[in-house]
């Protein structure tokens, strides 16, 4: 064979690689640790170094493979270092991306000895299989762009899937690709018998659809959790906002009542100082010094939605007989907006409030405290008496002690502390829990 | 210790000076009456025509004073538009009017009649005793001593054998002494913290994280060491959270 289409076939082969690595790219190219700019950077060279792989295999007659493997090697281990994934969904990411270059490889291979039969070159793919292999890369590329861009990344960060399930996933498309490799004839020859040609199209094709329905139903389960646990999310939220209704009506009732209670008073002491008894009349005003619409403030701070809640919750802690010391700071607008203050403030009370309900009278003790700092920054405490051991999963969660699975309360401060770049802390000091957030402002270069 | 109490009631305003000088005459012994100047208010125009900043280190506003003058929540505000930091105490009636003090960044607010139990408390929880005020660190340098007031020492900078201190006021002093010294010497200070090799920072004074640095409130910037930023944030954090805790 002439020099020149000696040399393209090489180079066209080894390019081929950048197929696959395309797609593994645009899977990592929203990641919140990758850098866009370095993965460009990453394909490019890895096309560059591929041409030049493909020059040297035609000088050296070197079959694709010697030089094309330890590229690929390179390429993974850059792409696991810029894209910040943990190993278990970069094996996934890796093992489809290699199954797709082995299984059109080897599909054009088989398509290769069927139309050039006799004459087919032991290095090389020929003009057959090349065109075979480019037609099923560009249809891949295109084919499978919106699965890798959009779909596989939320496969890869789904919640829904532990470190267990990332331990065994990425086998079902490297075990295909491992064979692949393996079972690529050093003669192809051997492929010119019409049964051992037709099998291993067969093999590819069915390994193909399997590796596609796995990927495709792995992806379904992550999505559909992900939407069962926004699904609750909203459901939680809107809870709390009729929790904050309810705080509302609940004051106007205690309100109405206090109107009516204070004519009564108003009248009892009139009727004790008409029959000229001051000291029971000073008895009498005295004793209401404990009365509850006193001593339960109707506003803990400036700002309403953060005081309803505030209201509804702790006025239960009251009414439990619980010590209440609650110092909340915030102004009438909040720069996290009140529906995440709410959130945060509203299950860390609920949670609190039902803690104290199991916990002896006498030991019912709330702390709350709630500010702002001078950049806009919100800093909540919430500590309560708990008399219920705290139970962890295994990945840190804690366990619902009111019903089976995990606690979506906790979860739910944590995700909305997490989404404004700070962070919540929860910790059971003996017979106290403590709740610690921080929500942070989210504004350009900022690190909190 | 120069106190401002403003209340219009006479009454109050007595018993609330007598129960602050209890408090300085137990905590302080004999001195505290020669520590403690105390002035008293009437009104919301008299304080502000006594008021300039820095003039009083501890302030006890009545929020409600009579109809017609300013309330004691808009002579705050007025205080702080003035650029005075110093603590200053709500003293209401009924705590849904202090509440809507936070803009002025009261400390605290006291309920009506004010015990000496709650008022003691609250002085304490503030810092206001001789000892307390007194954040200072002696530190040998060369043949003289260095005295060093913690609480207005924003962050501090090696170079060298030689370190600088950025004071609240902006200045900044350059002496010789080790970092290491300088350190140790600070240690039972929670609030200063080593941010970097040769760089501590008074977190007080932090305002945010950002672009791997500590931002002052005076703008300046401390720097983090390389791959300690998450670890910066979560030490930062904790601070925050013991000190909102411990009511500071």
Known sequence: ?448 | MRCAIMDDDARERGELEARLRRFYRREEGGEGEEFLHVETFAGGHDFLAAHAPGRFDLMLLDCMLGPGRPDGIAVAREVRARGDRAPLVLVTSSRDFAVDGYGVGAADYLLKPVSYERLAACLLRLGVRRGDQDQAVELRCGTQTLRLDVRRLMRCEARGHYVTLYDVGGDARRVRVGFAELQAALVSYPQMYCCARGQLVNLDYVRELAGGDFVLTDGSRAPIRQRGVAQAKSDWASYLFDRMRGDG
């Open chain 1, 1 to 448: 064979m002439p020099v020149l289409p000696q040399v393209a076939y090489a180079v066209s082969e080894q390019l081929f690689a950048v197929v696959p690595a395309a797609l593994c790219v645009a899977a990592c190219w929203d990641l919140p640790g990758a850098s866009r700019r370095a993965l460009i950077i990453l394909l490019a060279t890895f096309a560059c170094l591929l041409v030049a792989s493909g020059v040297a295999c035609a000088a050296l007659r070197l079959p694709s493979m010697t030089l094309m493997l330890p590229l690929c090697l390179f390429a993974v281990v850059a792409l696991k270092l810029l894209s910040g994934l943990s190993l278990g969904p970069f094996a996934m990411l890796v093992a489809t991306g290699g199954f797709i270059e082995t299984a059109v490889s080897y599909l054009a291979i088989v398509v290769d000895a069927f139309v050039v039969g006799d004459s087919l070159s032991e290095t090389y793919l020929a003009w057959p299989g090349m065109a075979t292999s480019w037609a099923l890369g560009v249809a891949c590329l295109l084919g499978l762009w919106r699965f890798f861009r959009h779909r596989m990344p939320e496969l890869l960060g789904s919640k829904a899937a532990g470190a267990q399930f990332w331990r065994l996933a990425w086998v079902v498309p490297a075990l295909p690709c491992a064979m692949f490799v393996i079972f690529t004839p050093l003669e192809t020859s051997t492929l010119l018998v019409r049964r051992v040609g037709a099998s291993a199209a067969v093999a590819v094709l069915s390994s193909a659809v399997l590796v596609a329905l796995y990927e495709t139903l792995l992806w379904r389960m992550a999505h559909q959790s992900a939407e069962l646990q926004l699904a609750t999310e909203r459901l939680h939220r809107a809870e709390l906002l009729a929790t904050q209704q309810r705080g509302l009506e609940r004051r106007m009732a205690q309100a109405r009542a206090a109107r009516h209670d204070l004519r009564h008073h108003w009248q009892t002491v009139a009727a004790l100082l008409e029959a000229g008894d001051v000291a029971g009349a000073r008895a009498y005003v005295s004793d209401r010094e404990g009365d509850r619409a006193l001593v339960e403030p109707l506003r803990y701070c400036e700002n309403a939605a953060v005081n309803a809640v505030l209201g509804y919750y702790l006025g239960q802690a009251i009414e439990l007989g619980a010590q209440v010391d609650a110092r909340v700071n915030l102004p009438a607008t909040l720069p996290q907006g009140d529906g995440n203050a709410v959130v945060v403030l509203g299950n860390l009370l609920e949670n609190a409030v039902l803690a104290l309900a199991d916990v002896p009278p006498a030991e019912r003790v709330i702390k709350v405290r709630a500010n702002l700092l001078e950049a806009g920054d919100m800093l909540v405490c919430v500590d309560n008496a708990c008399a219920t051991p705290v139970v962890r999963a295994a990945d840190g969660s804690f366990v619902s002690t009111r019903h089976e699975g995990p606690a979506v309360g906790t979860a739910s401060v944590r995700m909305t502390a997490e989404a404004l770049g700070g962070e919540a802390r929860f910790e059971c000091d003996g017979p106290t829990f403590r709740a610690s957030v921080l929500l942070g402002v989210a504004r350009e270069g900022r690190d909190v």
